[in-house]
C-alpha cells in the first residue's frame, strides 16, 4: 500500500456517515460527518482491541501523528498500556495544577489556625506568604526551584527589607515542608539559599536600663493624661513585662486576684506553652482599680471604639510618644529588656527563673524540660515581689539605685 502524505489527508471530506482512513502502523483518520479529522490509533493489550486518541487534524500534523503512535508502541514494548499511562499523565497534571504554592499554602494556614496560632501570628505569616504567592503562588510547588524563590525575595530586598526577605525565606521552606510530608514535593528548595541573601542588621528594641531613668518612666506614666485605660496598661506593663500583644489582649477571665496570679493560655503565647505570671501587691492594686473600670468588658484594656475588642497594637506606643519618648529611647516591648538587664544585674536571681519569666524558649531539650517541671515558680514570686519594690523606689528616689544591694 503505497504511503499517504499530508496532502491526502487534508483533501479528505465529510460523507453521510463517519469513515476512516489508514495511515500504517495501526495509526488512521476518522472523518466525521461534521467534518472533524481525528487521529486515532488502534492497538492490542491484554488480548483486547483498544483505541487511543492522538488529537485532531491540522492541530496535530500527519508527522505529529505518526510520532505519538510510535511513543505508544514504545510504551507497549514495555508492557504499558498507552490509555492507562494517558490517564495516569492527566491525572498528574492535574494534580499538579491542583498542588500550587498557594494552594499549599492555603492548607498550611488552615493547620497553624487548627492548632490555635494567634491571629496576629496567622496575619504575619500570611502577609510573608503573600510575597511568595505574588511571585510564584499558581506554580505547581513540585515544579518550582530556588532561583524563582531567589527572585521573588530578592525583590522585596530590594525596598531594604532585608528581614523581611529573611524571614519570608524561612516560611516558604515550611510550606515546602509541608509539601514534603503530604507527598506534593521531594524536597525544600529555599535549602539551596543560605548565603544568597543580604544578612539583615540587627535592631534591639528600644529600651532603657538607667534605674535613674526608669524611675522617670514610671512618674511619666503616673501622669499620663490620656484614656484612663492606656494609663493603667502603662502602669501594669513593667509589673508584668509580658509581651505586648499578650498585654493588650489580657482577660479578666485569666486572672486569679485572690491567688495573685495571671494564667496565660497557650493560644496567646508566642512559643505555645501557657505561662504564669506572679502578681506583686503593686499590680493586684492595679487591677482592683482597674476592675472598676473595666470589669464589665471581657478584655483589661478594651478599646475606646469597642467594649468588645482590646486596644490596639500601637495604642501604648504612641502612648509613649505623648509622654516624650521617642521610638529610638523606648517601646513598650523594650520594657522586657529593661526588667531583664537589671534582674540579671542584680544578680539575685537564677538566670533559668528570669528566662522562664520572660517566657523565652529554651535553646536545650532537656534544660527546657526541666524548666517546664519546675518553672521556678517560688522563686519567681519572690523575684516579682522584688522586681516590684524596686520598680517603686526607682521611681520614689530619681536615682542610681545600686541593683545589688
Do not use: C
Not at 502603662?234 to 494564667?263: C, H, I, N, S, T
Request: no cysteine; aromatic share 8%; charged share 30%.
Amino acid at each position: 500500500m503505497p504511503v499517504k502524505n499530508d496532502t491526502y489527508f487534508r483533501h479528505l471530506k465529510a460523507g453521510e456517515k463517519d469513515y476512516k482512513r489508514s495511515d500504517s502502523g495501526g495509526l488512521f483518520m476518522l472523518v466525521t460527518r461534521t467534518g472533524s479529522k481525528l487521529w486515532r490509533y488502534a492497538y492490542n493489550f491484554d488480548s483486547k482491541q483498544k483505541l487511543l486518541a492522538l488529537g485532531q487534524y491540522p492541530v496535530t500534523s500527519l508527522a505529529d501523528a505518526r510520532i505519538k503512535r510510535d511513543d505508544a508502541k514504545k510504551l507497549l514494548a514495555e508492557g504499558v498500556d498507552p490509555s492507562v499511562n494517558r490517564k495516569e499523565e492527566r491525572r498528574n497534571a492535574r494534580m499538579a495544577r491542583a498542588n500550587t504554592f498557594e494552594a499549599v499554602a492555603k492548607e498550611l494556614m488552615d493547620k497553624f489556625e487548627a492548632e490555635g496560632d494567634a491571629p496576629t501570628t496567622l496575619k504575619k505569616k500570611q502577609w510573608l506568604l503573600d510575597f511568595a504567592n505574588k511571585g510564584f503562588g499558581k506554580r505547581p510547588i513540585a515544579e518550582i526551584k530556588a532561583p524563582e524563590i531567589l527572585d521573588a525575595l530578592r525583590k522585596i530586598e530590594k525596598r531594604g527589607r532585608h528581614e523581611t526577605a529573611t524571614r519570608a525565606r524561612g516560611t516558604v521552606g515550611a510550606v515546602f515542608r509541608f509539601a514534603i510530608a503530604t507527598g506534593r514535593a521531594e524536597r525544600d528548595p529555599t535549602a539551596d539559599l543560605r548565603g544568597a541573601l543580604i544578612t539583615p542588621t540587627v535592631t534591639h528594641r528600644a529600651t532603657i536600663v538607667e534605674p535613674k531613668a526608669v524611675g522617670a518612666l514610671l512618674r511619666a506614666i503616673d501622669g499620663f493624661e490620656g484614656h484612663a485605660v492606656t494609663r493603667y496598661a502603662l502602669k501594669l506593663a513593667p509589673l508584668v513585662f509580658v509581651r505586648p500583644g499578650e498585654l493588650r489582649q489580657a482577660e479578666w477571665a485569666e486572672f486569679d486576684l485572690a491567688g495573685a496570679e495571671w494564667r496565660i493560655p497557650a493560644k496567646k503565647m508566642k512559643m505555645r506553652r501557657p505561662h504564669r505570671v506572679p502578681l506583686a501587691h503593686q499590680a493586684l492594686a492595679i487591677l482592683r482599680d482597674l476592675q472598676q473600670i473595666t470589669g464589665g468588658s471581657r478584655y483589661l484594656f478594651p478599646s475606646v471604639r469597642s467594649w468588645h475588642r482590646p486596644i490596639s497594637d500601637n495604642t501604648l506606643n504612641a502612648a509613649l510618644r505623648r509622654l516624650g519618648y521617642d521610638k529610638t529611647e523606648l517601646t513598650i516591648h523594650g520594657l522586657r529588656s529593661t526588667a531583664s538587664t537589671l534582674l540579671n544585674e542584680s544578680g539575685k536571681w537564677n538566670a533559668d527563673a528570669i528566662e522562664r519569666q520572660l517566657a523565652h524558649q529554651e535553646a536545650n531539650e532537656i534544660r527546657g524540660a526541666y524548666t517546664h517541671a519546675a518553672e521556678f515558680w517560688q522563686e519567681r514570686v519572690r523575684m516579682m515581689r522584688w522586681w516590684a519594690d524596686e520598680l517603686d523606689r526607682m521611681k520614689e528616689l530619681g536615682r542610681v539605685i545600686k541593683m545589688s544591694a
